[in-house]
């Protein structure tokens, strides 16, 4: 069996199941360690805010502490430290920490991204400073959180370095003070964090254009660090694989009422998902070569099949064949299966999914009155474009299935070619499988 990192979360519960120790779990389950967690305090929250804090006893925290790192097979490699609502709990888990000389990540959390009540009190926030920051290996705060410790405001990405270099001063051996709130980043279309731990290093990501508000970052992205660096990455690229990882995270997200709850699995359903669509692919295409009769409807272009990933962006995300599939004198050969090698077909796909989320591959086949008519006979939902209309500074396969989906989602698109354009047939499904069983059951009813 593997023996993973293991990490220890200290943090407080969230109800609503985007932030807390909730979102350390899945973030470290994610990324490949072993989770033990210390329970602070308990939430009542959801996507209006904090309603009721609930903090866990003293003794209670410290006992989880001590059950944990006094057993061999779990005492943690590394830690991260969220929700600490009071002086108390801030005093005993400094003690703990020290007392086990681990290292730790301090996420300094004091409100939710939704708002409502604080998540430590007023009277905690020396007990934070004096205590735990001089212990931690970074702490990552946000910027209101940086304007709180460091005394300083911030606006800008210089003033976010200075703070930075005050509470390094104050005895964090690193600081990350992450540019979410930095206005004049965010208007240049990024995301910058500040890291300094004895030189400066930005590290951007782009902005998830969004109007909700987004929940979970923080907890995840502290949590992601934790686990880079107990995996023994350096600190810069454990903050840039914690930066990549929340940004997929949120992109990813589960919108839940008025808010974006980030996916801490987003990367591994990705990952996932790229695979499946894969071999989906290629067993559609070995489907497709086993039918008899199949070369009939390959156009002289060469047909190619094509499928989606669930989160697809661009031709990237789209895996499809190779140099296409084509008729030869031995019969149909077929290149490789990859992604990004379409441009046809994945622009189909992307347009496609645009109307239809669920509709996630295409093929083109050879046109024919008959082959539109076996389509219709099947009872597919059929349309046509007129390429004579189409404007000039546009993309054809953009623009057409636009045009053609004007009054319904079609399975089937058709156009009559134009000078130097052969005319086409393009079947759609939501999967590669699902598109080689449509061709199937034309080519029966051509029969």
């Known amino acids: 069996m ?15 199941g985007g932030a807390g120790i ?28 904090v309603h009721e ?59 939710a991204g939704s708002g409502g009540a604080a998540l430590i009190e007023n009277s905690a926030l020396n007990a934070l400073i004096t205590q735990l920051l001089p212990l931690c290996t970074v702490i990552t705060p946000n910027v209101p959180e940086a304007r709180v410790i460091s005394g300083m405001e911030i606006g800008t990405k210089d003033d976010a370095k200075e703070a930075a270099l005050k509470m390094h001063g104050m005895g964090a051996w690193a600081v990350i003070i992450k540019g979410g709130h930095l206005e004049e980043e965010l208007a240049a279309g990024r995301a910058t964090d500040v890291l300094y731990d004895g030189e400066f290093t930005e590290i951007s990501s782009p902005v998830v254009k969004t109007d909700r508000i987004i929940h979970g970052g923080g907890c995840s992205y502290s949590a992601a660090l934790a686990a880079e660096l107990a995996k023994g990455n350096p600190l810069q690229k454990a903050a840039a694989s914690a930066k990549g990882f929340v940004y997929d995270a949120i992109v990813g997200g589960e919108t839940v009422s008025t808010m974006i709850a980030v996916n801490q699995v987003q990367r591994v359903r990705k990952d996932a998902d790229r695979y499946w669509t894969l071999e989906n692919v290629k067993q559609a295409v070995r489907t497709l070569k086993a039918i008899e009769g199949f070369e009939s409807v390959i156009p002289e272009v060469g ?17 499809a064949v190779d140099g296409r599939i084509v008729r030869m004198k031995e019969g ?39 082959i539109v008519e076996a389509c219709k006979t099947l009872g597919m939902r059929v349309t046509s474009f007129n390429r004579a209309k189409e404007p000039t500074d546009v993309k054809t396969m953009d623009w057409g299935v636009r045009e053609a989906s004007c009054e319904f989602v079609p399975e089937v698109i058709f156009d009559l070619g134009a000078v130097g354009k052969e005319p086409m047939v393009r079947i759609f499904g939501n999967t590669a499988m699902e598109v080689a069983e449509k061709v199937t059951r034309i080519i029966e009813t051509l029969e």
């Open 53 to 111: 804090v609930h903090e866990v006893l003293g003794e209670i925290v410290e006992a989880q502490i001590a059950a944990i790192m006094d057993d061999a097979g779990l005492n943690a490699d590394y830690a991260k430290t969220g929700m600490l609502y009071s002086a108390e709990i801030i005093e005993l888990v400094a003690k703990a920490l020290k007392r086990y000389t681990i290292p730790f990540v301090l996420d300094p959390v004091m409100k």
């Open 303 to 319: 047909t190619n099949v094509g499928m989606a990933i669930e989160t697809a962006a661009s031709k990237q995300d789209v895996a």
């Open 332 to 370: 149909v050969t077929a290149g490789c299966v990859e992604f990004g090698v379409s441009d046809h077909v994945a622009r189909l796909i992307l347009a496609m999914m645009a109307l239809d989320e669920a509709q996630r591959s295409a093929m083109n086949v050879k046109y024919s009155p008959e």
């Open 22 to 49: 909730q979102a350390d779990i899945k973030t470290f389950a994610a990324l490949g360690v072993y989770s033990a967690s210390v329970l602070t305090a308990i939430t009542a929250q959801n996507s209006s805010g």
């Open 2 to 16: 593997r023996k993973a990192r293991r990490l220890m979360t200290i943090a407080g519960s969230d109800s609503s």
